[in-house]
């Protein structure tokens, strides 16, 4: 027999590439990879595990790929509701941000989020935020898999003084990390009405010489494209694209308010979406048009925006609601089915995110990055179609256990520390001051 660090014995397990459900099947785990996926009677005859782990009513996926998020905004949870998108950035977050935002704000707010994340089976997020350095450490810290933007944007902030300073400062915090397993990083300036000609084009080249995904807000409201028509003459995604940066690299977040000729500029340059539909939905900025995005073959990804304007980090609910809204504004039941759905959750992230090769499928080689979710509860009750029933049915209360790089970092639905402490206590310590803080400038 093969001796093996972990074999993790399931009722299902979802590979996601191939699509379908694989019934009593286990997954080998050897130095935080995948070595093998195969019925479990086999896997018992062939294995010999230091850890074994059975899941006798579960589902197992790859790790949730959160595409989009501002992490350390869990501290601002709430406090611009039912607010549009500009006021709520205007009247709350901005100001806010301008009093709160510190390297030790960003720190406990990845943080918590990272926990909120991991015990909704998210294994990976791709982050956009002040103070990356502080992000890239909290998501280690809780043994969460990051790619962390490079912002950049014109104004200044406690962490840099004008795009530049943005620039130089990520950049150096990526060579800093370049070796870490779990952290990469995309470029990430903030949106196109925050961010001058000469950054944009800086990024493009950045981008090329480094080999980086580019992480954007683009077209999420209205107000946005009549903003770029009146001060450039051309709607954000043909600036964008004169500048650039409309290519295989882009990753355009949010992307709710595009023409026919935009959704099939995005299909020829290869670039993705970062569908947010709670965080639209909310801002009211409006509904994607996603089956035309998937019917034109782009690569769509699920993010969940920040807590800020979600409010959850929650994204097997983002996934419910994005395979319903599709449907519903299609009016066509069969636009992303469940299986699609689940992959835009998790191959498609990974895609967009230049990690497909080590994430985002149970596949030989890959990083063993699993969710396991229960179905024992009387309202996980019956399944017939695992994929369809995880999809539509379960809820982020249903995971367990949850796997990054083949470390356990979720046990009986606790994150746990690399000691096996509970790691919810030193998060929720400091989160009351930030509240308090918040609040005086709330009044």
């Known amino acids: 027999m093969t001796p093996v660090e972990t074999l993790i014995e399931c009722r299902w397990a979802v590979p996601v590439r191939p699509a379908g459900a694989l019934e009593n099947h286990a997954i ?33 996926t790859p790790g949730l790929v959160n595409a989009h998020t501002h992490a350390a905004m869990a501290l601002l949870r709430g406090v611009g509701d039912d607010l549009p998108l500009m006021r709520w950035l205007n009247e709350r977050i901005w100001p806010l941000e301008k009093a709160l935002v510190s390297e030790e704000f960003v720190y406990d707010g990845t943080r918590l989020a990272a926990v909120e994340m991991l015990r909704s ?27 962390v933007g490079i912002i950049a944007i014109e104004f200044p902030s406690a962490y840099a003084a004008d795009a530049e300073d943005y620039l130089r400062k990520g950049l150096a915090t990526r060579d800093a990390l370049r070796d870490d397993p779990l952290i990469t990083f995309t470029l990430a300036p903030h949106a196109p009405y925050t961010v001058s000609d000469a950054t944009l084009a800086r990024i493009a080249m950045l981008a090329e010489e480094l080999d980086l995904p580019v992480h954007m807000h683009v077209h999420e409201t209205q107000h946005e494209i009549d903003g770029s028509l009146a001060q450039h003459g051309v709607r954000p995604l043909a600036r964008l694209d004169r500048l650039g940066l409309a290519t295989e690299r882009l990753i355009a977040v949010h992307a709710v ?12 340059r290869g670039a993705s979406v970062a569908h947010c539909p709670a965080s639209n939905l909310k801002l009211a900025s409006g509904i994607a048009q996603v089956a035309a995005l998937l ?41 992303m089915p469940a299986a699609q759905a689940l992959e835009c959750a998790t191959l498609g992230g990974a895609r967009a995110l230049g990690i497909e090769p080590a994430v985002g499928s149970i596949e030989v080689g890959k990083q063993a990055d699993l969710a396991a979710f229960d179905l024992s509860a009387p309202e996980e009750s019956p399944c017939f179609e695992p994929v369809s029933h995880l999809v539509y049915s379960s809820d982020r209360a249903s995971v367990s256990d949850v796997w990054v790089a083949g470390r356990h970092v979720v046990r009986a639905r606790q994150v746990v520390t690399h000691a096996g402490d509970a790691l919810s206590g030193p998060v929720l310590a400091p989160i009351a001051a930030w509240q308090n803080r918040a609040r005086q400038h709330l009044k």
Not at 37 to 58: F, G, T, W
Not at 257 to 268: S, Y
Request: net charge negative.
């Open 295 to 335: 019917d034109a073959g782009i690569n769509v990804a699920i993010g969940t925006d920040g807590a800020a304007s979600n409010n959850r980090l929650d994204l097997l609910g983002e996934t419910r609601l994005a395979a319903l809204l599709a449907k519903g504004a299609a009016q066509d039941a069969a636009v």
């Open 257 to 268: 308010h595009l023409n026919r000729a935009e959704v099939d500029l995005l299909a020829e």
């Open 28 to 60: 080998a785990v050897d130095q935080g990879r995948i070595v093998a996926l195969l019925p479990s009677d086999e896997a018992r005859r062939r294995y010999q595990p230091a850890q074994r782990v059975e899941l006798a009513n579960h589902i197992v």
């Open 121 to 147: 089976g998210v294994t990976c997020c791709s982050d956009m935020y002040f103070f990356p350095d502080a992000c890239a450490r909290a998501l280690r810290d809780a043994g969460m898999r990051g790619v």
